[in-house]
């Protein structure tokens, strides 16, 4: 069972960077695409960035142009650098894996929480 441990949270100041990073206890970024996930207070899980195992990236229109998905496939990481954060960018953050019809494949980790507040 693939398991992935999520890290790099903390509390900001609203316009202030975080780099976020997943690891996967082994590689399956050549299988299936990669996502960062978020969860805010009172909100469902939602799907910000993904990474196809081709490098093909896409975001959700709140991100974009802020948030940028990586991948380190030799250290079985995926990193999300999110820039320009906003108060409503609060909420824990998770990866998972999804396959073509966005179906997820690991169980999900602890996630990080990711707070930003002036």
């Known amino acids: 069972q693939v398991q992935l441990v999520e890290s790099g949270g903390g509390l900001v100041q609203p316009g202030a960077s975080l780099r976020l990073s997943c690891a996967a206890s082994r590689n399956i970024f050549t299988i299936y695409s990669m996502g960062w996930y978020r969860q805010g207070p009172g909100n469902q899980r939602e799907l910000l960035a993904g990474i196809t195992s081709g490098g093909n990236t896409n975001y959700a229109d709140s991100v974009k142009g802020r948030f940028t998905i990586s991948r380190d496939n030799a250290k079985n990481t995926v990193y999300l650098q999110m820039n320009s954060l906003k108060p409503e960018d609060t909420a824990v953050y998770y990866c998972?894996?999804?396959?073509?019809?966005?179906?997820?494949?690991?169980?999900w980790g602890q996630g990080t929480q990711v707070t930003v507040s002036s």
């Open positions: 998972n894996a999804f396959n073509a019809i966005g179906r997820t494949m690991v169980a």
